[in-house]
């Protein structure tokens, strides 16, 4: 669907620090960068980044890969998917031919729920434009009455759904979608019997975005009197939309918080309109949902710095409590500002500019803990019981927090406030942590080690699928980062012409003529691939694989790319360093040698098994030629030892 060459130029025009600077916040370490990774739930960074290669890899969970893959994962796209997410980027025009009836039918149902949401973004956002007089009338005026103007609501891609049963069935029916995705959104609600009606009717349209900008959801607010409807309607959870893993405005506001390192955390769709268009945009709402950790740790890949604005709704404070003690757990920053009685964030933006905004905000914001404690105690003033709910209420607050000086502080402080002795309150707190850690499951550890070396760690590979996997890994480390070199380069004398035989074609070459080949079906593909495309003039393995479309491969050849560690400045300056591709004619066979001498020890170990199975069965018909055979073998082993030797004596 996309040219090898528009393909070529968007693998050359991306650059793997600005693609992940997306998504996750890095800072240079040594030639590299880091920071934490996207794809687990990481607290000490394990991200690595290196421009050099173009490519990323996590230390702890090992994904990552080039530009490409890294997209591919992070938005669960497929390769030419990922591919255009990257044209667009890098404004580089692409142009495909039209799909085929097959080809779309092929298409996974994941991209098709993306496809019918983008296409009623726009249909809603016509809607609201169009000069209909439901909509210059309703929607329209709905949307500039709260305040904003005409650029926000476009930058904002804010729409109107018509107050009509089935407007926006028909027109998706007409304009070639199937009603099967219309009901997976949740666009539509179809009845047992036959009858179809739109979900969002007479509502105007708040799209929620992924992080890369897909329409993912929609939130509706109706305006019509009625008091059987709910104000607020929402998409339903489908296999896009996990309304858990979202976070309205984020995709807007990540740049904006990484540039100021600080969230501001709101309630509603309208809040974080209304501060855009103020002028801060570093804001994200929770869409009047409990924060989840899956929302908290999207927030951490951007800033730990989080400030909660909440109106005077007393009730609504209390309730959000909960979200903001997973906040602490996840070690996040976490102030808290209380707007003037009256006001909410949609209003108090409208009424003032960034500036005095900001200003009002580094006057009023306090730290949680304490904000939590006045709160409470203010309820709790003349009532013992519930002056001693709330001293455990916030202990257990106290506890979540991971960092130790941390906690003491807040534990100094709240002794302070409460009239506890601090020596108790302490007890209390270590008690809880103990009796968590007790609880909790034991882990693989998710960070490194505190001592990283300065360059892309190696992380362990996928499970064995081969007896030999490491033998079968060595040699394939030598395909991906070396397949398209000359190995040997000859004249024949009765032609005189040059022979060239290039590392990939060599290694399949030997095993073949000792009738063997990776047990690893990944292995095996990926030389067989190698092999195949060497002598191609501008072949180059490690881009070749880095850049495959299938995510695994892309996988493995970042494994085997990444380097382990790098030499110091005062060796490569003042020594001679032989790099191992000066080495080849030399590794190569070694490695190859050791690959055949671990199948030959395998095939005696397993004919030493059955010989003595036959054995102890009587069968001593086919013991003989069994024996005959494995001497054989070891005749074989012993060859390939000296062999083995000898190649080592070389190289040193």
């Known amino acids: 669907m996309i040219d090898q060459a528009t393909i070529d130029r968007i693998r050359d025009a991306a650059q793997i620090t600005e693609v992940v600077s997306d998504f996750v916040t890095l800072r240079r370490r040594g030639v590299n960068y880091v920071g934490l990774c996207p794809f ?17 890899k996590c230390f702890a969970c090992g994904s990552g890969g080039s530009p490409v893959n890294f997209i591919m994962q992070h938005e669960q796209l497929d390769y030419f998917d990922a591919l255009r997410y990257l044209a667009g980027k890098y404004h580089i025009e692409i142009r495909e031919r039209e799909l085929t009836d097959e080809e779309k039918a092929a298409r996974s149902d994941r991209e098709s729920l993306f496809i019918v949401n983008h296409w009623a973004q726009r249909y809603f956002t016509e809607q609201l434009w169009a000069q209909a007089e439901e909509a210059s009338s309703v929607g329209l005026r709905y949307f500039l009455e709260r305040g904003f103007r005409p650029d926000t609501i476009r930058k904002f891609q804010l729409g109107y759904s018509p107050d009509e049963r089935d407007a926006l069935y028909k027109k998706a029916i007409q304009s070639g979608y199937r009603q099967e995705f219309l009901e997976k959104t949740g666009l539509i609600i179809a009845y047992e019997n036959g009858k179809v009606s739109d979900r969002f009717r007479a509502r105007v349209m708040f799209p929620v975005h992924t992080l890369s900008g897909k329409v993912v959801a929609f939130g509706g607010r109706i305006l019509r009197k009625d008091d059987k409807a709910a104000k607020y309607m929402n998409s339903p959870e489908s296999e896009i939309y996990h309304k858990g893993k979202e976070l309205y405005g984020l995709f807007l506001a990540k740049g904006a918080i990484v540039k100021a390192d600080r969230c501001y955390l ?7 309109i209304s501060m855009h268009q103020a002028g801060i945009e570093n804001v994200v709402a929770s869409s009047g949902t409990a924060l989840t950790l899956l929302q908290i740790r999207l927030l951490r890949r951007f800033t730990e710095n989080i400030t909660v604005l909440y109106d005077g709704d007393a009730a609504g404070i209390k309730a959000a409590l909960r979200g903001i003690d997973l906040l602490l757990e996840e070690g996040l920053n976490v ?20 500036t005095e905004f900001a200003e009002f905000i580094r006057r009023n914001e306090t730290d949680f803990i304490r904000f939590k404690t006045r709160l409470l105690l203010a309820d709790a003033a003349n009532d013992p019981l519930g002056r001693a709910a709330l001293i455990n209420d916030v202990i257990r607050t106290i506890a979540l927090i991971p960092d130790g000086i941390l906690r003491a502080l807040y534990i100094r402080e709240c002794s302070s406030m409460m009239d506890i002795g601090e020596s108790d309150l302490l007890e209390k707190v270590n008690r809880i942590r103990l009796s968590r850690e007790e609880k909790r499951p034991a882990a693989l550890p998710a960070a490194p080690p505190a001592a990283l070396p300065a360059a892309l760690p190696e992380s362990s590979p996928a499970p064995p699928a081969s007896p030999f996997e490491a033998e ?21 004398e009765d032609t005189n012409q040059e022979v060239r035989i290039y590392v990939a074609e060599y290694i399949r070459s030997e095993l073949e003529q000792d009738e063997m080949t990776f047990l690893n079906p990944l292995y095996r593909k990926m030389l067989e691939e190698a092999s195949a495309h060497c002598r191609e003039e501008g072949f180059v393995a490690s881009k070749y694989f880095l850049y495959h479309a299938e995510a695994l491969v892309g996988q493995t050849a970042t494994d085997l790319i990444s380097e382990k560690y790098q030499l110091s400045r005062y060796h490569t300056r003042y020594r001679e360093i032989k790099r191992e591709e000066d080495l080849l004619l030399q590794l190569v066979p070694r490695d190859l040698l050791g690959f055949k001498d671990a199948c030959v020890r395998q095939k005696i170990t397993a004919i030493g098994r059955r010989i003595k199975e036959l054995q102890e069965s009587g069968d001593w018909e086919q013991v003989i030629p069994l024996m005959r055979e494995q001497d054989d073998l070891n005749v074989i082993k012993k060859n390939l030892n000296k062999m083995i030797g000898e190649r080592i004596i070389l190289k040193m």
């Open 266 to 272: 709101v309630e509603g769709y309208t809040d974080v």
């Open 335 to 354: 102030k808290v500002a209380l707007l003037p009685d009256g006001e909410d964030p949609d209003s108090f933006a409208r009424s003032r500019n960034a």
């Open 40 to 56: 687990h739930a990481d607290k000490s960074p394990s991200f690595y980044v290196s421009p050099a290669k173009n490519i990323c």
């Open 472 to 492: 079968e890994l060595a040699l394939l480390r030598y395909v991906v980062r070396y397949g398209e070199r000359i190995l040997y380069r000859y004249v024949e």
